[in-house]
């Protein structure tokens, strides 16, 4: 990393680096982050409120009234999954603040080279899922509002065009979370409160006019889905660490994310009596953002290119967790390209509430139960095994682990992956050619997905404490060898 071009010249033979040079430094992927470049609790609560305030949300309110749920009914969904989402993310957050590093760089030290392949792998499709899906998202939204054509084309465009703040690394995806977070918040709160002084009446938590054909818990595994997003460690091992655990972020991203812009995509649906999502839009324009269908445009706009920046930021840095950090840019120009592929698919093989059904279990699922033995290993596996892992320096409970140090792979863990993930897809309908693909909802998929992981992966480290063999804990956890072991 920060590599110098030698060209012959004064100034690169005193090692400047150049532009290229910067940009493929930008970010700390194979270090764990300083304190120096870590941010306080304010700034990751705007991060963390652009990453979960947002048009989805909204969308998720809008299936909710078209189902005949009542207004009630996803108050208490979203309540349910803002206790979800903070019993999770206490989990997630904390693992990348106290370590230091990105998701696919610790998944090396905890599950070795096979379960960092398994991870990274889960981290790029659940990144470009989501980054397909917002991209076909705003298509659609533009597409109300003005009537498109050839909206394929415009997802691959608005594909390709919101790689650009990765480009320049964490820090200018953070920056504009923080520059957008405001106007989403000021947006949201007019919207909210101007829709129930507008709804309000003796029939604002009536169900509405509609058969009901979505459940509460759906809802649940709906509003999850948007605000899970895996790779938490990514963006809060630049937060600083505190005695705060990230609980205020925690809670004002999952209470404004998953309680106000679902209750106003609710409402905005139940004002307008409309059929459509494109008749919704315009009626939103009109009542939210004053008719002024620019500053639609601009709102929206913000929105998903704060919530794809992150989407895209976990691809990339599970793509770079195999090229050793290396070629950053043509990294994030590739997945670009994939991204806009993946929208195009998208746009043209189902329907939006389809995809946004499937996208959403599946990125609830899948990376989710890897980041759980993640966060299970560093904060319980001394306590619960008598085992434990090398330590980093500066009492950093963890040491970066290269690819040749790394063992061949966790066994309990990838096996409790796995099972989650099969839970998951059975629970979720996410087996592709089945009857109840896209269709099949039991319970919470996510829930269950991860109480798989959890009890697997705690059955696992429990069985080590009692095992008297190193080789058999090695290879069950895939820990170092003996002498390194430090125990």
Not at 260 to 275: H, N, T
Request: proline content about 3%; charged content about 10%; overall charge positive.
């Amino acid at each position: 990393m920060g590599a110098t071009v030698q060209t012959g010249t004064g100034t690169a033979e005193h090692g400047s680096p150049d532009l290229l040079s910067k940009l493929e430094s930008s970010d700390m992927l194979e270090e764990v982050v300083p304190e120096s470049r870590r941010d306080g609790s304010l700034k990751m609560t705007l991060l963390w409120v652009t990453c979960q305030a947002t048009v989805s949300n909204m969308y998720t309110g809008y299936l909710a009234r078209s189902a005949g749920l009542s207004l009630g009914d996803l108050v208490w969904a979203s309540l349910i999954g803002v206790v979800v989402m903070v019993g999770y993310g206490l989990l997630a957050t904390n693992v990348g603040t106290i370590t230091g590093q990105p998701h696919s760089v610790l998944a090396r030290g905890v599950l070795g080279k096979s379960g960092s392949a398994l991870a990274s792998l889960l981290l790029a499709v659940t990144g470009l899922g989501w980054y397909g899906f917002q991209t076909v998202f705003l298509a659609q939204l533009f597409n109300g509002l003005f009537g498109l054509t050839h909206l394929q084309l415009f997802c691959v465009l608005f594909a390709l065009v919101m790689i650009t703040n990765n480009l320049l690394g964490f820090r200018s995806v953070s920056g504009y979370a923080r520059l957008a977070a405001p106007i989403l918040l000021v947006w949201g709160a007019y919207t909210i409160i101007k829709a129930i002084a507008s709804a309000s009446g003796p029939n604002l938590f009536a169900a509405p006019h509609v058969q009901q054909t979505q459940g509460i818990l759906l809802t649940v595994g709906l509003l999850v889905g948007v605000a899970v997003y895996g790779n938490e460690p990514d963006m809060f091992r630049y937060a600083r660490r505190d005695r705060g655990r990230n609980l205020v972020p925690l809670l004002v991203g999952y209470g404004l994310g998953m309680l106000v812009f679902p209750a106003a995509g609710y409402l905005m649906a139940e004002l307008s009596s409309a059929s459509t999502l494109g008749a919704t839009m315009h009626f939103f324009t009109k009542f939210s953002l004053f008719g002024l269908t620019a500053l639609a445009v601009v709102v929206f706009t913000i929105n998903v290119v704060a919530v794809n920046d992150a989407n895209l930021y976990e691809a990339v840095n599970a793509v770079q967790n195999f090229l050793r950090g290396r070629r950053r840019i043509e990294t994030i120009l590739a997945l670009g390209v994939i991204g806009a592929v993946v929208a195009a698919f998208m746009q043209r093989s189902s329907s939006l509430q389809a995809n946004f059904f499937i996208v959403a279990n599946m990125c609830a699922v899948f990376l989710p139960c890897a980041t759980i033995v993640m966060a299970m290993d560093v904060f319980l596996l001394e306590r619960l095994s008598g085992c434990r892992r090398p330590a980093g320096q500066d009492g950093v409970p963890r040491a970066v682990t290269s690819w040749a140090e790394a063992s061949p792979g966790n066994a309990a863990g990838i096996v409790a992956i796995l099972a989650g993930l099969v839970v998951g897809a059975i629970t979720g309908g996410l087996i592709p050619g089945t009857s109840g693909f896209g269709k099949t909802n039991v319970g919470i998929p996510s829930v269950e997905a991860w109480l798989t992981t959890i009890v697997i992966y705690l059955a696992a480290m429990l069985l080590v404490r009692v095992l008297p063999s190193y080789r058999s804990k090695q290879v069950l956890l895939g820990l170092p060898a003996a002498e390194t072991a430090g125990a």
